[in-house]
């Protein structure tokens, strides 16, 4: 069974500090990978997507990825009390249609 | 934009009732997901379609069903709807593999079971 790993948190950040989110994977042949937000009560929203290792930027997002060591990390940059939420992160599954979630992480910033 | 809909927000049914939830999607995508999404277990794929009358169980399909009979919609059928299917489902819907775009889903539907 093929995984996604995050931590479930809370991650608390005071407001303007980078948050730092972290997700491993299991499936070495992955080539895809999402980062999403979602508030509570809300549905998915995707926010970052990432295909080579290294690092892709976004305005205050940073998405890093490093397949060697099956690692994907999303950086908040002056995080601010509006990205409190469940960060989501996704791999593609080699050879399938299908995504795999990890269960997410809690982010709360404190104004 | 691409847009996934689904028909109803909140839904509350009794034991044994037969419920449909629809999914509509407005931008010609291929594939078509149903999860479900409780606390603590994070989204659970219950069946995917790869095209229009193809469809392929989840990790969960038991008590499930779907129908995809055309391109933009795919339906979520509960047989007979027992209380521990209350959840929220969520419909998303993506284009093939390759395509390095990401699911969009639709806003859910919090479906409660009495």
């Known amino acids: 069974q093929k995984e996604v790993e995050q931590n479930s948190g809370p991650l608390s950040v005071p407001e303007g500090a980078i948050a730092s989110l972290n997700c491993t994977y299991s499936?070495?042949?992955?080539?895809?990978f999402f980062w999403y937000r979602q508030y509570s009560g809300k549905s998915p929203e995707l926010i970052m997507s990432?295909?080579?290792?290294g690092d892709k930027e976004d305005g205050r997002f940073t998405a890093q990825l490093n397949k060697a060591s099956q690692y994907v990390s999303l950086l908040i940059r002056d995080s601010q009390p509006s990205d409190s939420a469940t960060y989501l992160c996704?791999?593609?599954?080699?050879?399938?249609?299908?995504?795999?979630f990890g269960t997410g992480t809690r982010l709360k910033v404190l104004a | 934009d691409v847009k996934v809909t689904q028909s109803s927000r909140y839904l509350v049914k009794r034991t044994g009732e037969k419920v449909f939830l629809e999914c509509v999607q407005d931008?010609?995508?291929?594939?078509m997901f149903w999860y479900r999404q409780d606390p603590g277990l994070g989204l659970r794929l219950i069946y995917f379609?790869?095209?229009?009358?193809?469809?392929e169980k989840g990790d969960i399909p038991e008590g499930y069903s779907v129908s995809r009979e055309k391109k933009e919609r795919f339906s979520l059928i509960l047989e007979s709807a027992s209380t521990n299917q209350t959840s929220m489902y969520l419909c998303a819907s993506s284009l093939p593999p390759g395509q390095r775009y990401g699911y969009t889903f639709g806003s859910g539907t919090r479906l409660t079971v009495v």
């Open positions: 996704a791999v593609a599954e080699s050879g399938t249609y299908k995504y795999i």
């Open positions: 931008m010609d995508h291929e594939n």
């Open positions: 379609s790869y095209d229009v009358k193809m469809k």
């Open positions: 990432i295909y080579s290792n």
């Open positions: 499936d070495r042949v992955s080539q895809s």
